[in-house]
């Protein structure tokens, strides 16, 4: 089947200006939509730029804006996104564009930094390991998931509009330790998350929930977080 | 000669400020109170007895003079003011990028919600119906 790709082009190299080149190119139902990209770039056009690895929905560079949608490419089919219209492929929202869909990521790397995403501990290291029950490690099993792919933060209206709000990928990031047994920096973290641009910025819209690839409950995790400021102590 | 000073602690812990969680919280809770606040009003002003009919500055005067009222409208007018002012507060927050829009905007708003409640308050505790002395109103001829 035939497939139009209506991808937004920026090259600042060139020219300041943003267009949208459409590309037709012909697919099976069951190609992903980076296979799409691929054809693109290696038959069309070497000139597209935009980030992959794994190809498998497992390194997280990938995420773009499909049919205005955050989706990892490598984990969309071509099927799945309405292929008879144009199929419209644009950079994530929030993060500044460096080239057609590369986004600059750092931003939103600082935000995940600032939340002390490593254990935190005081005291002897033990002899051998730190045991933790199976309960325990269920407790923060859904957001150890997560691939830093940005599309959470990136569909976000608040992140949108005021870059300082950490963002729900950075709140999942301390949520993996706040509610980690064998860590003992949640009340650090969770000082920073009761900030002006933290939590309580989110707005409940769903929007990370809906985005997240990995079927991350990302806003329940924002929740939890709340709760545990709120009964905390 | 002086003493060599003693730098502060290199980072100073930031006095820790709960405000953000506080107005979440009372968003909530003022919420809530509201919905009974404000339907319990509509119900009685408007539905029980002769309804919308029966409203008028006599009206309005006679609830007045019962404290359970005036406290039950005195607490409406405050948490809705506050309610709808913080509410636009994160509005602001989220979509005035610039720090001085933001700050003419939420000067605005505070010096708003001042006028709204001092005069609110002011009219559930003074309100006198027969202030204009040629007023037709039954209660008012004495
Ligand atoms: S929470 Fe989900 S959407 Fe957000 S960065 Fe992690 S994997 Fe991506
Ligand atoms: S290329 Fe690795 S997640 Fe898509």
Known sequence: MDVTLKIRRYNPEVSEDVRWEEHTVSMQPTDKVLDALHKVKWEIDGSLTFRRSCAHGVCGSDAMRINGRNRLACKTLVKDVNPDQPVSIEPIKGLPVLKDLVVDMEPFFDAYRSMLPFL?????????????????????????????????????????????????????????????????????????????????????????TEACPRGIEVTKAIQEVKRALIFRR | MATPQVLAPRTPRKARSNFE?????????????????????????????????AIDFAFVAGKWTNPFWQTWDLMMLWLAELHGVNGLRTIINDYAERDTTRFWLKSLLYLSAVFVLVLGTLVIFTFDPCLDPASTLDVCQK
């Open chain 1, 120 to 208: 935190v501990t005081t005291g002897n290291e033990p002899t051998r390991e730190r045991l933790q029950s199976q309960q325990d490690r269920d407790r923060f099993d859904d957001t150890t998931k997560c691939i830093l792919c940005a599309a959470c933060t990136t569909s976000c209206p608040v992140y949108w509009t005021d870059g300082q709000y950490f963002g729900p990928q950075a709140i999942v990031g301390a949520h993996r330790f706040i509610f980690d047994s064998r860590d003992e920096g949640t009340d650090q973290r969770l000082e920073i998350l009761n900030d002006k641009e933290g939590v309580w910025r989110c707005r409940t819209t769903f929007n990370c």
């Open chain 2, 21 to 53: 969680q506080n107005s979440w919280l009372f968003m909530r809770f003022s919420g809530v109170l509201l919905v009974v606040l404000v339907l319990g009003h509509l119900f009685i002003n408007l539905m029980r007895g002769e309804g919308i009919h």
